[in-house]
């Protein structure tokens, strides 16, 4: 399918943002920061 991805939930954005401010060290990810794929990655 092509087209544009749908717009993300609100309770998704946050949490797209809580995580990326959260060190990577501190969710057991052995990173300095987050490169956008470990951050779609994470649980």
Do not use: Y
């Not at 946050?14 to 990173?31: D, E, I, S, W, Y």
Request: aromatic share 4%; hydrophobic share 30%; glycine share 10%.
């Amino acid at each position: 399918m092509g087209g544009s991805p749908s717009p993300a939930h609100p309770d998704d954005e946050g949490f797209v943002v809580q995580t990326a401010n959260t060190r990577p060290t501190t969710l057991g990810q052995p990173l300095t920061r987050w490169p956008i794929r470990e951050l779609v990655a994470c649980p």
